[in-house]
């Protein structure tokens, strides 16, 4: 059975840094499966990659390696990480990118990639290429975690935002933009299963229907629904919820109950 | 050798739900080849789907799967359906999507999937995960089509828009218009193989030249051809129809000849 | 092991195009790994697809097959090359795309496509679903480059710009820009690692400072580096050069050096 790699990068897919990366990888593991999770999160929006990452990785088979570049960072001496949980691996730049990993995997085994020997000729500015494909092709080919790099203790944990109640109102974020405009809040549906929504504020915009699924609502005319990764979310059934209520990631939400 | 499935969606390429698919796919049938059609059709656009996949499925291996996600109708009660004609399989909602593959082979087979032993736990919005990739998967992996769901006779057959004759002209539509902004007609090369064309008009604009290829037109121009499909279009050479002369699907075409 | 096809095109994703040649290839040679560089080109222009297909072929395992698709002249008479270096196969119309190759390679042998055997029937328009895909699967299904084609002495050669020192000065030109708006000059990194680099001009704009990696500038200035390519990049750290300081491809570029 092959072994699969998936890529989640913000490279976007003008220019051939993803088809670099596989090249990579090809010539150190030829029978490996490549699959794109996306790279079209916006440049070094760390958090969008993470949650982009959080609602898709568990749908793979045991062992896959999960290989996340989004990297303002390059060049400077932030760490490169390997971080191992009971069925899959995450290689990744230590920079908040793994949050949502190390928030539901408290006891994930993190390592730092150290071993050049592994990595092909480092440039300063596509460690893609040059660190974190090379790495992972390793990874597939048998090459164990412990001769990757070492134990790590110092990373960055990252931060996904707290949700607040108060009284019976929830105060969430907008954390995410999908490609619909559908806005993403950080409130989960077992926060909300067991009250009775009666409407959500946000941004000036009042939205009083609760949904099961998108055409529930008149066309063009704005929902909640929880979002097939679990989370709240805001739509406008045959429109974007974006560009009509003017929302972006960040953005507060107050979600009340009866 | 291995099986193939293609994906068609109108998920774009920002958010990780084609791989998400991919990762479902590969947990229940690792040896598969799994290849994009595309996924930037405008949101719920079957018919452009419809019209995508008409033209390019039967240049596949006999038995691929093609599994096509145009669903603005996800989580009501619209049907989910497997259709066999003599080469492939299709998987898709009962939504029009399937109408150019219905006018082709009135004879195939169609099932409704109602076996949610092959399903995952299913979402009100993301059945693309949840029900179409799981079954093209079990579908792959050799699990019968009768297995997967039963005979139906009740479903959407689509309609694709008549081409009407007047006189010595044809009235028809802009059904499609591809990434260089040709503007693709429901007219076909074989409507018009016996005849002398003259020029087509089209939103105020009158065309005067039908070439055999873009570049046999002065840059900038417009000219009409018989596209790679088959069909008739309006194009620009080295530039783009749809921008130039103001085109939009929907638009009628009176085509002329001598 | 597989043998392993790139496709490099200015197709875009909006439409099968892509798609279309890879149902093209595995129905010729099932086994195969098949690799997207790029397809976001911008349409029909040969010189960025050229330097994008510069950076990464060399990345690739031995003996894959490159198909480059940037075709403004399908359809007329251009021929179709096959040419074969030391390590690959690259497979594109005779029009300046593989203009790097020749470049690095003087002693490549090149061959006409014309075995229309291997074709499959031609259309006016898709020269790569018809010429380049098939003839790459044969390729890869074991057919001699010398049953594909014929030796090709009259062919593009195309041109790359040069790079001229006047004083203490380089005079170059931006050949490319990347996703993130980074501007590629045609200055490479060999022709400067001896002198001192004071500054920039273009389009008058003055760049003063000479990075290691983008994060090394305050977020917001611009800056200069040698890219992971090995080539001079007028960059804005955290933002797009060619937004913040009007740049395309053409513009001329003065380096001083103290």
């Keep these: 059975m092959h072994p699969v790699i998936t890529l989640l990068t913000d490279f976007g897919h003008q220019d051939p840094f993803v088809g670099t990366m596989k090249g990579v990888i090809l010539s150190i593991v030829p029978n490996v499966e490549i699959v794109d999770l996306t ?9 969008a990659g993470a949650f982009a990452l959080h609602t ?9 390696i ?11 001496n932030r760490q490169a990480l390997l971080v191992k949980t009971e069925r899959y691996y995450f290689i990744a730049p230590d920079n908040s990118v793994l949050e949502w990993i190390f928030h539901e995997h408290p006891d994930a085994q993190v390592y ?8 092909l000729e480092v440039s300063h500015t596509f460690h893609g290429r040059d660190i974190f494909a090379p790495v992972a092709a390793h990874l597939a080919r048998g090459i164990q975690v412990d001769d990757l790099g070492e134990k790590c203790t110092q990373f960055i944990k990252g931060d996904l935002g707290t949700v607040k109640t108060l009284g019976k109102a929830l105060h969430g974020l907008i954390i995410y933009i999908d490609r619909f405009g559908n806005a993403v809040t950080n409130i ?9 929504i009666t409407n959500a504020l946000i941004k000036g915009n009042r939205i009083d229907s ?4 998108y055409s529930e ?14 989370y709240l979310e805001i739509a406008v059934n045959r429109g974007s919820a974006q560009e009509n209520l003017g929302l972006q990631t960040g953005d507060q939400v107050v979600v009340h109950w009866a």
Excluded: W
């Design 217 to 230: 609502q008149t066309a063009g005319e704005s929902l909640m629904l929880v979002g097939s990764h679990g």
């Design 210 to 213: 609760f949904c099961s699924y």
């Design 188 to 196: 989960h549906s077992s926060q909300i299963k067991d009250v009775s």
């Design 112 to 119: 730092c990639l150290n071993r050049p020997e592994y990595f």
């Design 66 to 76: 999960h290989v996340i570049v989004i990297d303002p960072g390059v060049g400077s």
């Design 56 to 64: 898709c990785y568990h749908y793979f088979p045991e062992n896959t």
């Design 39 to 47: 790279h079209q999160i916006s440049p070094g929006d760390v958090h």
